[in-house]
């Protein structure tokens, strides 16, 4: 059993900024990966920001320089900071990771159930 965790989301103004977490808990032995993804009303589900267990990270192009992507190994817990925030950043963000469970030699996917982020005046 494996459980991820959102929190951290909420209605701020643009140019704002919140802090989004995601903890994973459970049967885990390590994470290889953890993104963060978003769906906004009426538009297809799409990568945020993404980091491996040695560091690398990837972001969309909407966001690169303005959010930060970034994990705590030993508390199994990623975060998005997210700056500078537009309405257009108005969706449900949603935790993804790449969990290795004990006793198992590959890991398997799993999504929290999200936290609505509202960017509005």
């Known amino acids: 059993q494996v459980q991820l965790v959102e929190s951290g989301g909420g209605l701020v103004q643009p140019g704002g900024s919140l802090r989004l977490s995601c903890a994973a808990s459970?049967?885990?032995?390590?994470?290889?990966?953890m993104g963060w993804y978003r769906q906004a009303p009426g538009k297809q589900r799409e990568l945020v920001a993404s980091?491996?267990?040695?560091?690398?990270?990837n972001y969309a192009d909407s966001v690169q320089g303005r959010f930060t992507i970034s994990r705590d190994n030993a508390k199994n817990t990623v975060y998005l900071h997210m700056n500078s925030l537009k309405p257009e950043d108005t969706a449900v963000y949603y935790c993804?990771?790449?969990?290795?469970?004990?006793?198992?030699?590959?890991?398997?996917?799993?999504w929290g159930q999200g936290t609505q982020v509202t960017v509005s005046s």
């Open positions: 980091i491996t267990s040695g560091g690398n990270t």
């Open positions: 459970g049967s885990i032995f390590s994470i290889n990966y």
């Open positions: 993804n990771a790449d969990v290795r469970r004990y006793y198992s030699s590959s890991g398997d996917f799993y």
